[in-house]
């Protein structure tokens, strides 16, 4: 062991080469005056104290070597091993914990692992159970295999104090992470790693490798589908290949032990994204062990003209727009919210995408958020047009979509606007967690307000009665809002009329512009009376109720709605609240609707402006009320109107990859009606659409995908005009996983004009790879995918030994097969493992004990004591104390017990009456023995003697000189204090004799 194992800071120990001696050389001043023995106590102290607090600066610690072995053994769950060899891995561990060398207290655990691992069981001292009693209770994903994570959890398993070792029991087929980095890392730790390889064969087995398509084809352009299977055997099977949900192509095919090849031809007539799937079915009376791998999937691209999706709440209002658009041979797919489609691979047929007044309750949440990673990761185009259920009118505000946009629905700079005050009246839920359910929906409610807007909330307390959760109030305080949320419980009621002439007051309060009541119940509450709703619809609040319950009545319900003029919705569960919540909610921002004559301001020009005489714009006859964001591009904007300051009409920015416009007055329908007979009407929006549209990749560039492992990659091949390779591109690659995550990919040059990207494909699905790039001075973008159809836990179907064998190697481990086969299991605790030590730190303790020689050595050379004379002392009291001992425990002498009987009779016999005190009988009886000696004491203490007091002859001469004369007790007095005296001026002697 070097120094550097004993000391976490050795470096300090070169101060003792430094104070040591400077101790040394400053302690013959500072010490001189003391006496030899003091001084080099002292001396000694000093060293002592500077030597234990260097040692503490060098975190001095103490070590031993620790024999114990822990083992914990990871075993493999993932999908690919057969249910039989996970039983067959229990009865391994639980026989091999046995072996373990109880004597040195070795340890054993258990790691479960998938794609997810979890401890199964804790490094202990102690056996397994039976095998037929030990079950794993891990949860674990199975759908991938993570060596590294289950090694890493493993070692941070390991307890102190023990040498470490693990048993890998797997099929070795790692399909996340880097399991030798982890190996190495557990290298590091002193972790040995032995693998016993979990081994299966399938008798048969078909396994649809590959399906290939080119990424990108011309109209009337043959092309090639290759599909790629793979069996364990020759055995027959039925091909089928399929376009867009379609049959293409069914074949029956002889398959030969390997890899299969099959081609078929297609030819493409129409611009359209086309999506292929293969699926291979084995044969009647065929086997196919694992069936979750028989199909695969692919897509390619015809270009052609931009292609737009337009999503429009009722087409015909937009026959304006979609004539427009059509007669500028922009190629037009025109869906209502419900059609809108769910996967983000079908919008790579699109250029661009325009929602034409469509509400936010009308799409979901993953909708929305999908919207925003295709514009921002895959360059595709986005406008949005104005409407009465458009933009912040439309509940979008802090949502996705507005993030894309180059407007805010938030419009806090306004000075005057009109605003909205939203109240919800609550009653309990009686559906499994319906409370729940509603307090999570109208979380979504608030969120869509704005700053300026009121809301509160009143409800039916159990104990309390009629109360708010939370009064009337701006939305500026929303995290207030959201805490009371969390933490309340409405109860039942009896009748509406105290929540709602509550909502009704505090709605009265506000200065809002619009006033709304949303009522949440089951309906079994009296309604309020004919006099309250009279008042709520004179001051303009509409009502719109929720009928929500197994046992609900919703015909009260839908009276109060009536007589409210506001909606009624009928439910049967919570699927549906967070909709109509939010459009309840929207109703309050229809303050944002601004409806007046506008003349548009021109602000600046851009490049979709080109051509348009923007003097001739037609006027407007209303608008949605947004704010500018200030890195985006206002091209169009309001006149000011009452003080206030413009607002946009039409703006642009770049969002990531893609493009967004905002148009906030609509297309033709109510608000400009004038501007369809306007002679640029078409090319006014087509220039615009053009310009958002996704700007498609050069005709030049070839493109190839491909996976390897759990590697997703896509090859670019670019060449000029003259078939001359460009060399230098700086690409932007983003990737959409399946998940909806954008995540960015790593683009190099690998050859002469050719580029690769990489990333990781983790998850089954559609990968949406694009890739942006600058060529001429133009930006281009070119998009593509790659699709892993099922988890490469299906793929591999053998075991891995080569990895196996590296991760034991790497570690210094062992391969265990040999030794399972005959049953010994000793070789698991074998020795020549790296031996644990066990360390302690002593920094502490050497700081307490330095301090204490500090304050022993303050008091040795500040305070003087004669040891000698306290030796002395110390041995009189000690010898005092045991001749006292001796004394009590010296037995009674006959004549003095003789004395005390005698006495106590005297006692018992003395006249009651006697009362002449104790100390005038002393002096009788003192007198008697002074007068006359020959009085004997029975004559001295008898008790019919008696003398008076007063009759008491005087003390004569010759007694009083007795009395003055010193007594013997006095005279040792003087004796004492002599004796004292002169010790002191020895004392003092001796101090002297010492200093000189």
């Not at 390897?708 to 001359?724: F, K, L, P």
């Not at 949406?768 to 133009?778: A, D, F, P, R, V």
């Not at 041995?875 to 009987?901: C, H, N, P, W």
Request: glycine share 6%; proline share 5%.
């Amino acid at each position: 062991m070097s120094l550097f194992d004993y000391f976490s800071r050795p470096w300090f120990l070169i101060l003792l080469l430094v104070c040591l001696p400077a101790i040394f050389y400053l302690s013959r001043n500072s010490l001189a005056g003391l006496g030899p023995v003091r001084r080099w106590t002292s001396l000694v102290l000093r060293t002592l104290v500077v030597t234990f607090l260097i040692l503490a600066l060098a975190q001095f610690r103490w070590l031993w070597d620790n024999e114990k072995l822990a083992v914990i053994f990871l075993v493999d769950r993932s999908a690919s091993i057969p249910a039989q060899h996970e039983q067959a891995a229990v009865e391994f561990i639980t026989e091999a914990s046995r072996e373990r060398n109880k004597d040195r207290g070795d340890a054993v655990g258990v790691v479960a692992f998938g794609s997810t691992a979890g401890i199964e069981l804790s490094p202990r001292p102690l056996n397994l159970p039976n095998s037929d009693k030990f079950n794993f209770q891990t949860s674990v994903e199975r759908d991938y295999t993570d060596l590294q994570s289950a090694m890493r959890l493993a070692m941070a398993a390991f307890p102190e104090g023990y040498s470490k070792r693990i048993v890998l029991i797997s099929d070795g087929n790692a399909n996340r992470g880097d399991a030798l980095e982890e190996a190495r890392a557990a290298l590091a730790e002193d972790v040995q790693i032995d693998t016993v390889a979990l081994r299966y064969d399938y008798d048969s087995e078909i396994l649809l490798d590959k399906l290939v398509v080119p990424p990108e084809v011309n109209i009337g352009e043959p092309f090639e589908i290759r599909v790629v299977v793979e069996s364990s055997d020759e055995t027959k099977a039925k091909l089928r290949l399929f376009q867009n949900q379609e049959v293409l192509h069914v074949e029956d095919v002889e398959l030969q032990k390997g890899r299969n090849f099959f081609r078929v031809t297609q030819i493409l007539d129409k611009s359209d994204m086309y999506y292929f799937r293969a699926v291979i079915e084995p044969a009647e009376g065929a086997a196919d062990a694992v069936i979750q791998n028989n199909s695969a999937m692919a897509f390619t691209y015809i270009s052609g003209q931009p292609r737009v999706l337009l999503c429009t709440d009722d087409p015909n209002l937009d026959d304006d727009l979609i004539l427009a658009l059509r007669d500028e041979k922009i190629w037009l797919e025109v869906v209502q919210p419900s059609a809108l489609p769910i996967d983000p691979a079908e919008y790579l047929q699109y250029d661009a995408v325009l929602f034409s007044n469509v509400a936010a309750h009308d799409i979901s949440e993953s909708q929305m958020q999908m919207m925003e990673n295709l514009v921002k990761g895959a360059g595709i185009g986005f406008a949005m047009l104005g409407g009465d259920e458009s933009f912040g009118a439309g509940g979008y505000l802090g949502s996705p979509i507005e993030k894309l946009l180059p407007v805010n629905m938030d419009v806090q700079q306004k000075k005057k606007l009109p605003n909205g005050a939203l109240a919800i009246v609550m009653h309990s839920c009686e559906i499994n967690n319906g409370n729940f359910w509603a307090k999570a929906t109208i979380k979504q409610a608030i969120e869509i307000l704005s700053p300026q807007d009121y809301a509160g909330v009143v409800y039916a307390d159990y104990q309390g009665g009629d109360k708010w959760l939370f009064p009337m109030m701006l939305c500026n305080r929303k995290q207030f809002m959201l805490n009371r949320l969390s933490n309340f419980a409405p109860g039942d009621m009896q009748s509406f009329q105290g929540v709602m002439t509550k909502a009704y007051k505090g709605l009265a309060e506000t200065n809002a512009a619009i006033k709304h009541v949303i009522v949440f119940s089951d309906g079994d509450p009296m309604l309020p009376s004919n006099a309250l709703i009279n008042k709520i619809l004179a001051d303009k609040i509409t009502i719109s109720t929720i009928c929500m319950g197994w046992h609900s009545t919703p015909a009260p319900m839908k009276k109060l709605a009536e007589l409210g003029s506001g909606n009624f919705y009928q439910l049967s569960g919570p699927d549906s609240l967070p909709e109509i919540f939010i459009r309840e909610a929207s109703t309050v921002r229809k303050a944002l609707i601004e409806e007046r004559t506008v003349h548009p301001m021109v602000r600046r020009g851009g490049s979709f402006l080109t051509g348009i005489n923007l003097e001739a714009l037609p006027t407007l006859e209303g608008y949605v009320i947004t704010s500018e964001k200030e890195k985006a591009d206002h091209f169009l904007t309001t006149d000011s109107h009452e003080g206030n300051p413009p607002d946009p009409l039409l703006s642009s920015w770049h969002y990531g990859l893609g493009k967004s416009v905002a148009f906030t007055s609509d297309a033709g329908r109510r608000w400009t009606a004038g501007w369809t007979s306007w002679q640029q009407y078409r090319q006014f929006w087509s220039q615009i659409v053009r310009w958002v549209s996704r700007t498609r990749s050069d005709d030049r560039f070839r493109i190839s995908r491909t996976r390897e492992g759990d590697t997703g990659i896509v090859y670019i091949d670019a060449v000029d005009a003259e078939s001359n390779f460009l060399n230098g591109l700086n690409f932007d690659a983003t990737v959409i996983t399946p998940d909806q995550k954008t995540k960015g990919a790593t683009v190099r040059q690998v050859g002469p004009g050719r580029y690769r990207a990489e990333f990781p494909v983790n998850d089954k699905g559609v990968y949406l790879t694009t890739l942006k790039y600058s060529i001429n001075g133009q930006d281009k973008v070119y998009t593509t995918g790659v699709t892993i159809p099922y988890s490469p836990e299906y793929r591999k179907l053998s075991t891995n030994d080569n990895l196996l064998q590296r991760l034991a190697d790497t570690t210094g481990g062992k391969i265990l097969d040999e030794d399972i086969e005959t049953g010994k299991y000793e070789s698991i605790y074998r020795s020549g493992f790296n031996v644990a030590r066990d360390s302690k730190d002593l920094w502490r303790h050497l700081l307490f004990w330095a301090a204490i020689l500090f304050f022993i050595d303050v008091f040795i050379r500040r305070v003087i004591v004669d040891y000698v004379d306290l030796a002395q002392t110390g041995y009189s009291k000690v010898t005092g104390f045991i001749s006292r001992k001796k004394a009590q425990r010296t037995e009674t002498d006959d004549r003095l017990k003789t004395l005390l009987q005698r006495k106590a009779g005297l006692k018992h016999n003395v006249d009651p009456e006697d009362s002449a005190p104790a100390t005038q009988k002393f002096y009788q009886s003192s007198s008697s023995d002074e007068d006359d000696a020959g009085v004997t004491m029975d004559t001295k203490f008898d008790a019919s003697v008696e003398q008076d007091a007063s009759s008491r002859p005087a003390p004569s001469p010759s007694a009083q000189k007795k009395k003055a004369e010193p007594t013997p007790e006095a005279k040792e007095e003087d004796g004492f204090t002599s004796r004292l005296l002169a010790a002191k001026k020895r004392a003092l002697k001796d101090k002297k004799n010492d200093e000189q």
